[in-house]
């Protein structure tokens, strides 16, 4: 009887302890770039949720390591195949090309090393899951803001991000859409300019536009936080901000939010990073417990404007917490 117990026993703690190894993982989060106010907010959301799993007894160990420039896509790569190397339990990506990061995706799930892609693209149907703002939504709800406060009227310069950045790509497209559709007495003057990865670049990019452009330009568009803020110290420096050439920006940051409370941005179209960081690791840890995820996760997109910045549901996306 003794030996009856004992073995029942040992068999109950080796269960216990297999599930205890079971339910500790090692999780890579790997943003495009580190420095913007955008990816520090993923990043709270995935340690929201670490906090979170942790409550609920999973040890999820968060290992926060992307490319120092938004453009290295090679440096991407290098990061994605180091983490297959240390054999890490999954990894949450957003990948700077939905094309360059195919690869080392691939070669991840292959080695039985679950991805969940967040906030752009990859053209590949092997990640397990993809957790994303509805972008080409987004370009759509920049075009009606910025065609509602033209008046239908008038000649528009769309500044553009980087190529191979899915999610700007389709933030672009859905605001050419709708230009296109819905206000054919706008005159869409340049669309094809990229600002590239840092706001320095894209204030160049600006400028050029603007020297260009500047006695006809009536309204502007620029698709992610860094090509915003780059195009508004542009439109400063050249006497056209306050509202003499109508500003929509994609993505919310300090300087976007002072600019919009002092008029000399129109409309940001924001998202909600910090739910995108922590959907990003709830999911991959749900795949990692087996469970069933589905294949696409939206996360919400709405514009903020001088008129509503204040109401609580906005402040909250212009202002998320980051602690």
Known sequence: MKKFL???FGLCFAAAGARALAETYQVAVIPKGTTDEYWKSIHAGAVQAQRELKAAGVDVAIIWKGPLRE????QQVQVVENFIGR???????????ARALVAPVEEAVGAHIPVVVIDSGLQSKL????????????GRLAAR???????????????????????TEEREEGFLEIMRRDFPGIALI?????????RDAAKRAA????????????????SNESSASGMLLALRDAGLAGGKVKFVGFDASQALDQALAAGDVQGLVV???????????KTLVAVLRGEKVPAEIATSVGVVTPENMNDPAQAALLHPSVE
């Open 271 to 281: 998202q909600d990073p910090v739910k995108m960081g922590y959907l990003g690791v």
């Open 207 to 222: 400028e050029n536009l603007l020297n260009r452009f500047g006695a006809e330009v009536t309204g502007v568009f620029a």
């Open 6 to 8: 004992f073995l029942f």
């Open 71 to 74: 453009d290295d896509r090679e």
């Open 127 to 138: 990640p397990a899951s993809f957790v994303a703002t509805d972008n080409r939504e987004g």
């Open 145 to 167: 803001r910025l065609g509602e406060i033209l008046g239908g009227r008038g000649k528009v310069i769309l500044l553009r991000y980087m190529v191979g950045s899915a999610s």
């Open 87 to 97: 054999q890490v339990s999954g990894i949450v990506l957003a990948p700077l090309d």
């Open 190 to 198: 340049s669309t094809e300019q990229h600002a590239g990865a840092t």
